[in-house]
């Protein structure tokens, strides 16, 4: 179990980001050419349920302070957690709030963004798995995303035409089923369009076996939802004809992701819509040293997630990087400081800024001096 998967439901309670609106997404000091000194571009995803991504920014940015930097921060986002406070500052969306089911049926209070006529919604908000209680307290047979298609519904009621949906962080594999009910009066999104932002490359087929024991499920459990699964792709195919099982990332989310492509949603790589929202690679470019960071490290952190795609971008423009993670299982080909290891699980656990801070100090001391490389 990894650090994400351990700290879900504990830790901080801050959700999302400063209660403002427009959201905040970090703040901007000077960028290389109108400063003598060198820059540093702190660009993180969040450490899920301990500090969000603005949080992790500011972090660095305090440590590259006091060390002499000049700092610039973006709060990043592959479509998980955190995703509606940065997609949405990048559009300047306005937050609002709609009464939706919860993932196991209880009613909850879900945020969502409207920029013009562009809404942003998390998935998570509505049908995440830390509203169902985290894996303990799921129900992965009965978790639904219907909360998440009652959004959609009202970001439509609102005069949206173009909806944004990040997927990730989901207590469900139903496949999209309870999202698309709760969208049927919308007769298949008809005139609007919807694209999801996918943090994984999962099939839909897959979601069962790769997600749902994260999730709370039994071995019997995880069998019974990829037979679900099965059923729901074939009525797809039958009533809506779309052939879900082939779409690249349709089993983000549990599934969710595919649903949506059914109804003709569009499904893209979610690191990248953020990253050209709030221009990463400008910022990479113009940067001496960037900084990462996500609650976990794996392999799977080099394959399209936040830490490894700032990586590449960085790589491909021959700025250097580094990332500070929570916890790292591993290889990586730039240097990844894991926080259980400085500062202690405990530490780690109870105040992730603080010990980001002290990570960002000492890789910075041991590059002897700002700029040096």
């Known amino acids: 179990m990894g650090y994400d998967d351990q700290v879900a439901g504990s830790g901080s309670s801050h959700r999302g980001g400063h209660g403002c609106t427009p959201y905040p997404n970090g703040r901007e000091l000077p960028r290389r050419g109108q400063t003598l000194g060198v820059l540093l571009l702190a660009a993180p995803d969040k450490f899920r349920s301990t500090a969000t991504a603005l949080q992790v920014a500011a972090a660095v940015g305090r ?57 942003v919604i998390e998935m998570a908000e509505a049908s995440g798995l830390t509203l169902a209680g985290g894996e303990v307290g799921n129900d992965p047979l009965r978790a639904s995303t219907r909360g998440t298609g009652e959004l959609i519904a009202a970001a439509l009621t609102a005069g949206a035409r173009t909806i944004v949906v990040g997927c990730g962080g989901s207590a469900t594999t139903d496949g999209g089923e309870g999202a698309l009910e709760a969208l049927r009066p919308f007769s298949r999104l008809a005139g609007v369009e919807v694209r999801v932002a996918c943090d994984v490359s999962t099939l839909f087929l897959d979601a069962a076996e790769r997600f749902a024991p994260q999730k709370g499920a039994t071995p019997a459990q995880v069998q019974f939802l990829a037979r679900r699964l099965e059923a729901l792709a074939e009525r797809y195919r039958r009533e809506l004809g779309s052939d879900v099982s082939r779409v690249t990332g349709g089993g983000a989310a549990g599934g969710l992701a595919g649903g949506l492509a059914a109804v003709g949603a569009k499904l893209v790589a979610g690191f990248e819509l953020v990253a050209e929202a709030v221009g990463l690679a400008e910022r990479v470019a113009a940067a001496d040293l960037v900084v990462t960071g996500e609650g976990f490290f794996d392999a799977e952190s080099l394959q399209g997630k936040v830490v490894g795609s700032v990586a590449s971008l960085a790589s491909s423009v021959g700025t250097p990087v580094a990332a500070v993670v929570g916890e790292c299982f591993g290889e990586a080909p730039f240097p990844v400081v894991s926080l259980v290891e400085l500062c202690g699980r405990s530490r780690a656990l109870a105040d992730p800024e603080l010990c980001i801070e002290e990570a960002v100090s000492a890789h910075l001391a041991a590059l002897a001096g700002p700029g040096s490389g």
């Open 63 to 119: 440590a590259a302070v006091r060390a002499g930097w000049e700092v610039q921060e973006v709060a990043l986002s592959d479509g998980g957690e955190g995703f509606l406070d940065v997609y949405g500052g990048a559009l300047g969306a306005r937050e609002r709030r709609t009464l939706v089911t919860g993932p196991l049926g209880a009613p909850v209070e879900a945020r969502w963004g409207l920029a013009g006529r562009t809404a």
